[in-house]
T-cell receptor
């Protein structure tokens, strides 16, 4: 049971380069999320997707692009990386609405450490 | 806007002592509330969640949390700390205006000393 996997786990890139972080989940969850984690800020939502071909902005979407052509994949692209995008990025997925009657759980990947130099 | 505040970015306890991690939320309607734990170099793992059923919620690894509407709090407790509890803990609240999202606190790092 692979669950949710992120790649690469560690990446160093230069300012101005395009970087794509991959996320793959094996549960066929409808919802997928991208968060970034920074000291003093906790986790902040970048983008999320309710289903294939449906995406929406979170708290901090600027400088990022997402796509969801298949239910199981949700790549995050930094179009032109900046130093301020150095962070740990977490992908997550959820079966359905978070606050439906069952209060569904979000499951997280292990994170992608990105350094922009 | 919905928000969650975790008081204390670092908490230190001795092994065997009570663990208390504080979380307060702001919301005009009762939210759903969650506690997640993050061990070093790992993703977040759900500890427990409150979804408007019993106000005292029991989670994994002996943790529990109590929803107190009058205090807008959802503090996490464990009667006796273990060395393996050392981690970062995040409180999260559902956004009542957008039920597809969670809003996280800034986290509390728990250290356990022998």
């Amino acid at each position: 049971d692979a669950g949710i996997t992120q790649s690469p786990r560690y990446k160093i890139t230069e300012t101005g380069r395009q970087v794509t972080l991959m996320c793959h989940q094996t549960w066929s969850h409808s919802y997928m999320f991208w968060y970034r984690q920074d000291l003093g800020h906790g986790l902040r939502l970048i983008y999320y997707s309710a289903a294939a071909d449906i995406t929406d902005k979170g708290e901090v979407p600027d400088g990022y692009v997402v796509s969801r052509s298949k239910t199981e994949n949700f790549p995050l692209t930094l179009e032109s990386a900046t130093r301020s995008q150095t962070s740990v990025y977490f992908c997550a997925s959820s079966e359905s609405l978070l606050t439906g009657s069952s209060g569904n759980t979000i499951y997280f990947g292990e994170g992608s450490w990105l350094t922009v130099v | 806007a919905q928000s969650v505040t975790q008081l204390g970015s670092h908490v230190s306890v001795s092994e065997g002592a009570l663990v208390l991690l504080r979380c307060n939320y702001s919301s005009s309607v009762p939210p759903y509330l969650f506690w997640y734990v993050q061990y070093p170099n790992q993703g977040l793992q759900l500890l427990l969640k409150y979804t408007s059923a019993a106000t005292l919620v029991k989670g994994i690894n002996g943790f529990e949390a109590e929803f107190k509407k009058s205090e807008t709090s959802f503090h996490l407790t464990k009667p006796s700390a273990h060395m393996s509890d050392a981690a970062e803990y995040f409180c999260a609240v559902s956004d009542p205006y957008n039920t597809d999202k969670l809003i996280f606190g800034t986290g509390t790092r728990l250290q356990v000393f022998p």
